[in-house]
């Protein structure tokens, strides 16, 4: 079973940088997309990046589009999210996901995997602070 945990979140001023981790401790999501989606207070969950299965595709919603990168790294189970030029308004708990390939089969492309709806194993959230 997918378990995914994140980390590398914490509290840094506009411009900054970080970069959280997304890993899976049962070591067996070579088979599954990876998502990330974030929720600043009192929003609704939103789309930030996801990573296909085999790493050969990335998607980003616009906001953040030449300022973060997602990347996976199989052989360590790991997925990363390299976020530069932080802004306050990319404040918020940052959340990873598993979505399994099968899923490609039915819907592939930017607006499929934007979706949080085909998610599974959703991680415990790092939280990321962006102060003026």
């Known amino acids: 079973q997918v378990q995914l945990v994140e980390s590398g979140g914490g509290l840094v001023q506009a411009g900054d940088s970080l970069r959280l981790s997304c890993a899976d401790s049962?070591?067996?999501?070579?088979?599954?997309?990876i998502g990330w989606f974030r929720q600043a207070p009192g929003k609704e969950r939103e789309f930030v990046a996801a990573i296909s299965w085999s790493g050969g595709s990335t998607y980003y919603t616009d906001s953040v589009k030449g300022r973060f990168t997602i990347s996976r790294d199989k052989a360590k189970g790991t997925v990363w999210l390299q976020m530069n030029s932080l802004k306050p308004e990319d404040t918020g708990v940052y959340y990873c996901?598993?979505?399994?390939?099968?899923?490609?089969?039915?819907?592939?492309?930017?607006?499929?995997?934007?979706?949080?709806?085909?998610?599974?194993?959703w991680g415990q959230g790092t939280q990321v602070t962006v102060s003026l």
């Open positions: 049962g070591r067996i999501f070579g088979n599954y997309a």
């Open positions: 996901a598993a979505r399994p390939r099968h899923e490609d089969y039915y819907c592939s492309g930017y607006e499929c995997y934007e979706s949080s709806l085909p998610y599974q194993n």
